[in-house]
């Protein structure tokens, strides 16, 4: 573990400089490519050292990376659109995963609130709709859930019961949901590590700990439900890690 937290440490400091130039042009692909390899060294941290600290800071360079580059969006060429989708908002997750809700609210407020046709399934974005109406406290939660739920067209999705459970602040509800989604998490680390083609930094490192699963538990928390102290794929120490 500690070449390949060496290695993305590495990486980190060959892209961090130009993303923190004022004067260069933000480059979203770049920006989300370092969040996640911020959150594959917090991850890092957390599996070999049980480094809470380490975790969390991994996970707050990842947001305030892409907090960043959402207040610079304006300066984007037209070729950054895709990676400014909503969807591809992961680093809303760290945000939550740590406990920053300051840092949470920035994102969701500034996060592309149209969806981008071609670029994004329409039940992804509509989920993080879902998320950030609940984080933002904002009345359109219901349109985002049935618009949702119009997109599965009477399809399952763990994701929507979860984010319905959260908007019920149904407890039982909200661990069914965590649960298929954690399930499926794993049974995609397993297909992709069997298939030969996968990160394999990612795959030393934050896919063992579910980010996406940890928000959602600090989020149900933050809206007083009783959740379970750990899961699979999101071990105690990574919810413990949160700000309080």
């Known amino acids: 573990m500690d070449s390949v937290l060496d290695n993305l440490l590495f990486l980190l400091g060959q892209r961090m400089p130009r993303l923190q130039s004022s004067?260069?042009?933000?480059?979203?692909?770049?920006?989300?490519?370092?969040?996640?390899l911020w959150r594959q060294y917090g991850c890092g941290l957390l599996l070999s050292e049980l480094d809470e600290e380490g975790f969390r800071d991994g996970l707050e360079q990842a947001a305030t990376l892409y907090r960043g580059l959402l207040r610079r969006r304006s300066a984007c060429s037209e070729f950054d659109q895709y990676y400014l989708a909503r969807s591809k908002g992961e680093p809303l997750f760290d945000a939550l995963a740590?406990?920053?809700?300051?840092?949470?609210?920035?994102?969701?407020?500034?996060?592309?609130?149209?969806?981008?046709?071609?670029?994004?399934?329409?039940?992804?974005?509509?989920?993080?709709?879902?998320?950030?109406?609940?984080?933002l406290q904002r009345t359109d939660l219901d349109t985002e859930l049935a618009d949702f739920k119009r997109c599965l067209q009477g399809g399952q999705s763990f994701r929507f019961d979860t984010v319905k459970a959260l908007a019920a602040a149904d407890a039982d509800a909200f661990e069914a949901g965590?649960?298929?989604?954690?399930?499926?998490?794993?049974?995609?680390?397993?297909?992709?590590?069997?298939?030969?083609?996968?990160?394999?930094?990612?795959?030393?490192?934050a896919a063992y700990v579910f980010v996406e699963g940890a928000a959602l538990v600090q989020l149900a928390r933050h809206r007083g439900l009783k959740t379970q102290e750990q899961y699979r794929l999101i071990p105690a120490p990574a919810l413990e890690a949160a700000r309080r």
């Open 178 to 205: 965590l649960l298929g989604m954690v399930e499926e998490q794993a049974a995609w680390v397993e297909r992709q590590q069997r298939s030969g083609v996968f990160d394999p930094y990612l795959h030393k490192t």
């Open 23 to 36: 004067s260069v042009k933000p480059d979203a692909k770049l920006a989300l490519e370092t969040a996640s």
């Open 98 to 135: 740590t406990g920053a809700w300051v840092l949470a609210r920035d994102i969701a407020a500034d996060m592309t609130p149209t969806w981008m046709q071609r670029m994004e399934a329409e039940e992804d974005f509509h989920y993080f709709g879902a998320l950030i109406a609940l984080l």
